[in-house]
């Protein structure tokens, strides 16, 4: 059983940051890439920032030179410092990383359960 488990959200005054964390633990043989997404109350989720296990990283356009993706491979764990933050930023942030299915080529993507993020004074 593999999951996916975020930490690090909060309630921030607009100008901070916060740095979000999620550790995949589990049956996990390989992970290829992981990512952010949020969903903000009304909206569709919206992919904020991805990496793959070799550090490459794409980012939406409306976070582009404020937020900043990385991973730890040894700890299966990804991360995103996120700052001058808006309460245009407030939402639930997911995690969600492509994990290799045992004995296959498969990757499956598995999601997190979420971590509140609110920007407001």
């Known amino acids: 059983q593999v999951q996916l488990v975020e930490s690090g959200g909060g309630l921030v005054q607009p100008g901070g940051s916060l740095r979000l964390s999620c550790a995949a633990s589990g049956s996990i043989f390989s992970i290829n890439a992981m990512g952010w997404y949020r969903q903000a109350p009304g909206k569709q989720r919206e992919l904020v920032a991805t990496?793959?296990?070799?550090?490459?990283?794409t980012y939406a356009d409306f976070v582009k030179g404020r937020v900043t993706i990385s991973r730890d491979n040894a700890k299966n764990t990804v991360y995103l410092q996120m700052t001058s933050l808006k309460p245009d930023d407030t939402a639930v942030y997911y995690c969600?990383?492509?994990?290799?299915?045992?004995?296959?080529?498969?990757?499956?993507?598995?999601w997190g359960q979420g971590t509140q993020v609110t920007v407001s004074s």
């Open positions: 990496i793959t296990r070799g550090g490459s990283t």
């Open positions: 969600n990383a492509r994990i290799q299915v045992p004995g296959t080529i498969q990757y499956i993507g598995f």
